[in-house]
């Protein structure tokens, strides 16, 4: 996928398919290309969002922006910031979504700005085939329609990103393409791009993606 | 039998349903909101109930009001909300139900904080709720053993006509691992005793936890004990590793006992003889399995999320032949491998 300056990603999809994983593989990459900021727009789940990569970012030069009270003991929904100087002071901003419907409201709220954007904006919606509450093309697309609804615009590409996790294969990715295809056909969407595993040989339609999202004790492998 | 990448809390609200879970009750309350928001979603399409209650002791009072029915009915709270079911889980205890209580711990006391912990730990194995009762507690430390338990939990609730808790924590019920769904035929006992329309056929049945005779109520509570016995003697799991020649032995449950089992392989990486002891019945608590894990030990670590609870446990298991100490963090944060195997190699230095 070609990504012009000025562009705005926008992740959305169901909670669980690897939104804020794909979030921080993109920002790391395209902060090597310009300007980047990351918006942390999840104010549903507490818990393994982009707001924890806030050291990598910074180290990155990456402007992190993350909801006030995000990995405080405040479970408290409070977007805080100009999304609009953001988006203008950036040659490139990813906005992490939080998950299904409920966490897709908040986009609504700034309907008008994203709809100002025109085609700047992508609103990708990412599946992962492996996921339970995905398993046929006919439940990506009614989570795709609750979600479109919920933040009041019309996504405008898809992302396979279908994974088990720490098992994930070339394989395992290889055997989601009939899904994926499935999938493009009921929500007339284009597949923007299959996330691929590091290092794998890849053409214009992979994104190679590094499984960041880690967990506690799978993070630190060096002990001395 | 298919993998599917599955969060905790959902991997147990769809393994509740597939066990046979036909009544939900809960009140909302992070981190264990998505049991609740999966539950809304998928159980009326399966021929359950979900509801959600005006408050946390109207929730276990209508698990008490479907348990006596006789369906398999679950309610699931993170810690604040778990003591708010207290004395239903006393009544229902004490009349004898089955149902299924999921805690999904935060932190304490009080509001305390949303990130996960341990530390109903005493609450889930000493006392949820008052009067002489004791509760099946399952502690699993993954995904896959969340769902595994979640039917376990429900057969063994009927077997023993006893409520029986789930303990989770935050970061199980958030985190997300690949899974398989057993493929499992599930068979729920038959239930004379429930309330659920005499037909004509037989006398009524009554669940009742008041006795009006002092001695009435004496034997009921001896005729329970009974089975306790019995599941003190049949239902007590235990995992270990590395410990037929472990000098050291860490005790973990739940998710702190991933942390340990990376920092006993670390360990052993170094040439420490390092061992894993992790519960996964809390109550009943697996003594036997302990004290034989321990054969060669010299000293016992305990590693949970919280100011040392399960450590009274290990002493007592251990009938205090072993010195047991303790670490552990408290307030969300999550210890560290690389903290759990400093505390390893210090015990090394000090046994060796």
């Known amino acids: ?224 | 039998m298919e993998k599917v990448l599955m969060k905790g809390n959902e991997a147990l609200a769809e393994a509740a349903m597939r066990a046979g879970c036909k009544c939900f009750f809960g009140y909302p309350i992070t981190p264990q909101t998505e049991i609740s928001a999966y539950l809304s979603k998928n159980m009326a399409k399966r021929g359950g109930v979900f509801l959600q209650a005006e408050s946390e002791v109207a929730a276990i009072n209508m698990v008490l009001g479907a348990a006596s029915a006789g369906v398999r009915a679950m309610t699931s709270s993170s810690s604040p909300g778990i003591s708010l079911k207290s004395e239903g889980v006393s009544y229902i205890a004490a009349s004898d139900l089955p149902c299924v209580i999921v805690n999904v711990q935060r932190g304490g006391p009080g509001l305390g904080g949303i990130q996960p912990s341990q530390s109903d730990y005493f609450q889930a194995t000493k006392a949820l709720g008052h009067g002489d009762f004791k509760m099946i507690v399952y502690a699993p430390a993954s995904v896959q053993e969340t769902i595994d338990m979640t039917y376990l939990a429900f057969d063994s609730a009927d077997k023993f006509r006893t409520p029986v808790m789930i303990l989770s924590d935050g970061l199980l019920g958030q985190m997300m691992e690949p899974v398989v769904f057993p493929d499992v035929d599930v068979k729920i006992p038959d239930k004379p005793w429930a309330c659920c329309g005499h037909e004509n056929k037989r006398s009524h049945n009554i669940i009742n936890s008041l006795f009006l005779q002092p001695d009435v109520l004496e034997k009921s509570v001896n005729e329970r004990f009974e089975r306790y016995e019995i599941i003190e003697r049949t239902c007590k799991m235990a995992e270990t590793d590395f410990c037929e020649d472990a000098e050291i032995v860490v005790a973990a449950f739940g998710a702190s006992a991933r942390v340990a089992k990376s920092a006993v392989n670390a360990a052993r990486a170094k040439g420490i003889k390092a061992g894993l002891f992790r519960p996964q019945t809390l109550v009943p608590f697996p003594v036997e399995q302990l004290n034989k894990a321990c054969e060669k030990a010299k000293c016992v670590l305990s590693v949970e999320m919280n100011k040392g609870q399960m450590v009274e446990d290990l002493r007592l298991a251990l009938g205090c032949r072993l010195p047991v100490e303790f670490f552990g963090r408290h307030g969300g944060i999550i210890p560290s491998v690389k903290e759990v195997l400093g505390q390893i190699e210090q015990i090394h230095e000090r046994i060796k």
């Not at chain 1, 806030?54 to 408290?76: K, W």
């Not at chain 1, 805080?80 to 419907?101: A, K, M, P, Q």
């Not at chain 1, 393409?177 to 969407?189: D, P, Q, S």
């Open chain 1, 1 to 224: 996928m070609e990504i012009g300056r000025n562009s705005v990603i926008m992740l959305t999809g169901d909670y669980g398919c690897g939104k804020t994983n794909l979030a921080v593989n993109l920002a790391l990459r395209l902060a090597e290309k310009g300007k980047t900021s990351i918006v942390d727009m999840d104010t549903v789940n507490p818990y393994f969002r982009s707001a924890d990569f806030g050291e990598l970012f910074s180290a990155r030069g990456i402007n992190a922006v993350f909801p006030q009270y995000a990995n405080t003991n405040l479970d408290i929904p409070v977007l805080n910031f100009d999304l609009e100087s953001v988006i203008s002071d950036s040659d490139f901003t990813i906005i992490d979504v939080g998950g299904s419907d409920a966490g897709a409201y908040p986009v609504g709220r700034y309907e008008s700005l994203f709809k100002s954007l025109g085609e700047k904006l992508e609103m990708l919606y990412v599946f992962n085939m492996y996921r339970l509450c995905e398993r046929s093309a006919d439940k990506v697309a009614e989570t795709l329609c609750e979600i479109e609804s919920a933040c009041r615009l019309k996504c405008t590409g898809l992302v396979n990103n279908s994974n088990l996790g720490a098992e994930t294969t070339p394989s395992v990715i290889a055997q989601s393409a009939e899904f994926a295809e499935k999938v493009a056909e009921k929500t007339g969407l284009p597949i923007k791009f299959t996330c691929v595993t590091e290092n794998e040989k890849t053409d214009e339609t992979h994104l190679p993606v590094s499984r960041l999202v880690t967990l506690p004790w799978e993070t630190e492998r060096e002990y001395d």
